[in-house]
Every structure is written in structure tokens, then in C-alpha cells.
């Protein structure tokens, strides 16, 4: 499994696709210092008003700040808005 | 756009709590629920769903073990279950529409504008015999056959346009003082004289005259003939008919007569009125109070207000007001100056009118007599006016004269 998953990433590289397509990689779009658009997740896990925690297949992902709203959350796609202060991955 | 469309659908704002509150969250991604607006609040969230979604959520929430809690609900269709049990409002909201677009079908008002010598009751009482009438159906008017049935039963109307503008009905008249032409450009037809009188000038546009001027014609005399003779060697070889058109001025005489008693009565208004209101539908009127009216004598004066939605759209209710007014009668006698000046005042006017119709005055013999109880002014007055109308001819067919009688 390992394998593949790194013979598919050296394809990816060395053909220029997106990571996105072929890795399921997060794309993590931020407007400004109040604005973030996330794709490519699998779900919340944790969730307050001054912490995001954000599973995804490669990992987890976390934001912290202050006054977190969703302002929409489907399947691809969510958008988070609030002061940011710190984006974490682990 | 967006929050328009999620009004006419209908949302909610849900509250759920508990340790699997964020489990609850991925399930509704799962299972393609939208949410909206989550926000984190007393340990739990708030969140917006619509009311379809809403009603998948159960399973989950069963799944989750949590209750989803309802805050508030927004949109039309929770208003609408609110006015579900007042059903009179809805269905009077349903017969006002439809009762105002009936009426919208039907004509409730007619206007008449530019009539001078004939009155808009006139038109009215005429359209009225042709069965057009505040009231009947819109699509029952037929506005290009009424305006030649206008054309041709009022003399004096030179132009007629009618109109239909929301529930009313407008009828424009430009009046005349020439008759009208009511033989078409193309049909044939002779000049005939309207009254007796001296030719003092002949226009002619097409036509053979028949006179000269300074000759004397009697009424219905032929002035121009429309039957032009074709010669060729001096034979009539054959008729052609033309439409004759020319104008003919004659010297004619008119006899005027104006009589005014001495002894007349005037209404002395007092200030003294009696109002009556009331309301009409259609023809039928009511009146609030019948006041007693103690006057000896009274002239009433009724008013009407129609009521419309906007612009033109006429309804077939409004206010009527009624007036009572009282005056006494003062027998007076007119001194020989102002009779004078009163018989003068309306003969002066009476030129006036004419001359608009454009006919010259050459001599005005009118005197003004005084007997015991009457003032008299009479006289001739001497016009030169067109008289002469266009009538058709009855086409005979024209046969050249054959040597077989002989």
C-alpha cells in the first residue's frame, strides 16, 4: 500500500497533475485573515468557537482563533469564518 | 437571490448537544443534508437546515443519539400553516382578486371630450341606443363601427376616434361647421344647392357647372354635374361620371326673429342647502337620509364620483351627493335698455357662431321693436355661404343614340 501510494505521488510530480486529483490533497483557500475555504475533507472532529479541528486523508488540520462560524459545510466543500490565528497540521 | 429562494422553501435553526454532536455533523455530509450557518454555542451548535432536509435528519439523530433541538422557523411555508385555519381570509382575499379582474372585463365609465354643439349626453344617449352603456362586456364594442355610425348620424362631427382605456370607454369628437362629405372620393355625384339664393363664386376642382354667377338657384337645384359628356366632332359619343367637387358661394337671406317677454321671473338664491349623500352600483342608487325639504321651491344639483383602481380603471361604485338649494322667485320687468342690450348681446352671438362656420355677413337689417309685453327684434341678415353638397348620382347606362327610331 505504501508503495503505491509513493509510486503515485513521483507520477503525479513528475507529470505536473494537481495533488488534489490523483492524492486527495486539501486545498485550503484563505481570504484574508477572517476567511478560509477548505475542499477536499473527510469531516469536523472537533469543533468550538476558538478551535477547527479538520480530518482529512492525510492527516488532521487545525485552526485556531476566535468566533468560528460555518458558514456552510457539504459534502467538498466548507467555509470558516472568524479571526484566525494559527493553522496547524499533525 | 439565494435567501429569497431558502425564504419560499422554508428553514430552521436547530440546536443539538451532546458528546457525538460533531459525528451527527459528518453523517448529515454523508447523506448530502446542506447545512448552514453552524456556529458553536453552551457547548453544542446551532445550525441552519431547511425543512426538506429537516425531515432526514431523524434517522440520524437516532443513529447519533442526540435531539436536535428547534430554535426558530423561518420561511413561507411555516406562515402559510399559521393562516391555515383562517380560511374566510383566505377566501376573501380570492374573491376580492377575482371579483376586480371581473370587473376589469366589463366598461364602467364613458368619456366624451371636444363636443360643442352636440352634448356628451348626446353621444352618450346615441351610444346608449347602439347598446353600448356603462356596463356591458369590453369585447362586445366594436369602436370602428360605432364611429361610423357616428359619423354618420351626427352631421356636424368632422372626426371621431373611440377608444376603450382600462374599464373606460373614450370617445374624441372634432366638430365642424362644413358638412361633412358623406359621398366617398370615389364615387360619382353632382352639386346641389342646400338653399336658395344668388352664386356670387364658383370654385371648381371637377365637374361641369350649370351656372353662372349672379344666377338665381332654388333649393336642390343642380349646381355642378358630375355627368361629363365625351364629344368628338361635336357628338356625344359618351358619359363619363366624375365626382364633381367645388365650392359655390351664394348671397342667401336668413330670417331672424328673437322674442323676449317684458315680465320675467328670477331665482333669488338664499343661502339656504340641504346635502344628501349616498352610494351607487350601476344604475342603482342609495341614499343614506332623505331630508325633508321645507323649500318652496329648489333646484337639486346631484354629483358624481366614480370610483377607480388607477388611471382609466373605473369601478361601477362611487359617492353621489344631492343638494338642495332654495331660492324664491322675483317677478321683474325689463326696462327698454336692458332689453335692448340683452337682444343685442344674443344676436351679436349669433353672428359670432356663424361667422365661425364661415359664412360672411354682408347686411344686417335686424330692428328691435317694443309692444306692450314683448320685445321683438327681427329682420333679415344677408350671407354669403358655400351651399352647395355633394349627392350622388344614379349611374343609368348611356346607350349612343341609334338612326333605328328614325
Redesign the interface.
Known sequence: MGKTKKKIKNLTQALNIPQDVTNGATIITIVGKTEVIVENY????????KKIKIGTRNGNIEFEGER????????DEMKISGKICEIKYS | MQRLIKYLKGYLILYIKGFSA?RF??L???R?I????????DNG?R?KVSLKDFKRLRPIAKKTKTRPKIIKKYGLPFQLHRYKHRKAYAIGLIIAIVTLYGFSLFLWNISVTGTSIYTPENIIQFLKEENVYAGIKKNKINCAELEKKILYNFQDVAWVSLEVSGTRLIVNIIETNEHPDLVKDDTACDIVSLKPGIITKIVTRKGTPMIKIGDVVKQDDVLLSGTVNIETDGVITGIKYVHADADVYAKTVLQYTNTVPLDYEQKVYSNKKTKTYGMFFGDYKLYLFHPKIKYKNYESEANIKQFKLWGDYYLPIGINTKEYIDYDIVRKTYSEEEVTFLLNDTLNKYIETLEKKGVQIIENNVKITLDNKNAIAKGNLILIENIGYAKEIEIIEWRPPTNESN
Open positions: 473527510r469531516g469536523i472532529i472537533e469543533y468550538n468557537d468560528f462560524l460555518i458558514e456552510y459545510y457539504t459534502d | 460533531e455533523l459528518n448529515c455530509i454523508n448530502d446542506f447545512i448552514w450557518d453552524l456556529e458553536s454555542c451548535f445550525f
